[in-house]
């Protein structure tokens, strides 16, 4: 959980060039369970932890090995009328599961309920923290798309949920950054598929994202963030301990103000902007995983995409490692900006 996130980050630091994050190969075992939860039409009233979206099943390294499933659980808010709804992507360390008296429980979903919103808790694969699960057979994408996929069944439900499928927010931290990289991507939904969720957008109105990576590229980072003449030693130590570099992709790179433009994306992070390229000496002093400078970067390529810095917004302070919570002030009062006002879709 965020709580527990500076013990994490003192262990990357050390493995800085192993890659922007790192996976044990012992860990890294896929399980085929029989027993994993297959997803199904939701009944109305839906609501609780443990609701299937997928039916993949897979050991999770940072919970030490723990079996996780394609899961999310629903936190209901009374209303007669289609709510808003939040999505949230959590960090390492921490599963879907948000104890009622747990901080993160009064941060996240405490203040969405007291404002109309009804909350989603997603348990997912991550591109690259799970880089060494193997890719489906029938779908090379994964694991990056796991948020994209919940998304989809979420939408495909939305009467069941009785949410608005017009009015979908990200929110994420860390890990969850691929709420993020989802966000910046053309919409995934395949209008001519026989199966209604895959027929589903997976586009959403805003994000949100704390201490968030906008590229998992270690060229990019390495070029965009450490001197010349240390990048190729960066870029092959990343490389060799990732085979699948090629396919993390970049939400710096997905920015686009087109007919679909991306959304509005406000940032933020635990310590301050850099402002200059490090040496691979400095930069391992440092937290690259949450490297402050990641916003910036996202934010200069808004600006040059739409011609205006008010689509993307950060703040980076070291105020929030001394009040993690804090992060959050005020999330749900940024989506209520882009809340698409009439009535909501059938």
């Not at 009944?43 to 394609?70: D, F, I």
């Not at 919940?150 to 009785?162: E, P, V």
């Not at 008010?310 to 900006?337: L, N, P």
């Amino acid at each position: 959980m965020i709580l527990e996130k500076e013990a994490t980050r003192r262990n990357t630091r050390s493995r800085l060039w192993a890659g922007l994050v790192c996976v044990g190969a012992a860990l890294a075992l896929f399980v085929a369970d029989a027993g994993a939860c297959v997803p199904a039409k939701l009944p109305m009233g839906a609501k609780g932890p443990g609701l299937c979206y997928g039916a993949e099943v897979w050991l999770e390294p940072t919970l030490g090995g723990r079996t996780l499933e394609q899961q999310f659980d629903f936190y209901r808010t009374p209303s007669t009328a289609p709510t808003p709804l939040i999505v949230w992507a959590h960090p390492n360390g921490m599963s879907k599961a948000l104890a009622e008296d747990s901080p993160m429980y009064q941060a996240l979903v405490v203040p969405a309920l007291r404002a109309g919103f009804s909350f989603a808790s997603v348990e997912f694969r991550h591109p690259v923290t799970n880089d060494a699960l193997p890719n489906s057979d029938t779908d090379p994408r994964v694991p990056h798309f796991d948020l994209a996929y919940a998304l989809q069944f979420i939408r495909g439900n939305a009467d069941a949920l009785n949410i608005d499928k017009r009015n979908v927010f990200f929110v994420g931290q860390s890990r969850g950054s691929l709420a993020v990289w989802t966000a910046l991507q053309d919409d995934m939904r395949d209008p001519d598929s026989p199966d209604p969720i895959a027929r589903q957008s997976t586009r959403v109105n805003a994000v949100y994202a704390v201490n968030a990576q906008t590229t998992y590229s270690g060229a990019e980072f390495a070029n965009r963030f450490l001197i010349a003449g240390d990048r190729a030693k960066f870029i092959a130590a990343f490389n060799q301990q990732h085979p699948k570099h090629d396919q993390f992709g970049s939400a710096i790179g997905s920015v686009n103000a087109g007919v679909k433009a991306d959304p509005p994306v406000r940032l933020i992070y635990d310590s301050p902007e850099v402002g200059r390229l490090l040496s691979l000496e400095e930069m391992s002093k440092r937290d690259p995983i949450h490297y402050p400078d990641f916003g910036p970067a996202l934010c200069r390529a808004y600006a040059k995409a739409f011609g205006s810095s008010a689509h993307c917004t950060y703040d980076a302070d070291t105020r929030y490692e001394a009040d993690a919570i804090a992060a959050y002030a005020g999330y749900v009062d940024f989506f209520k900006r882009y809340i698409r006002p009439g009535a909501a879709s059938p």
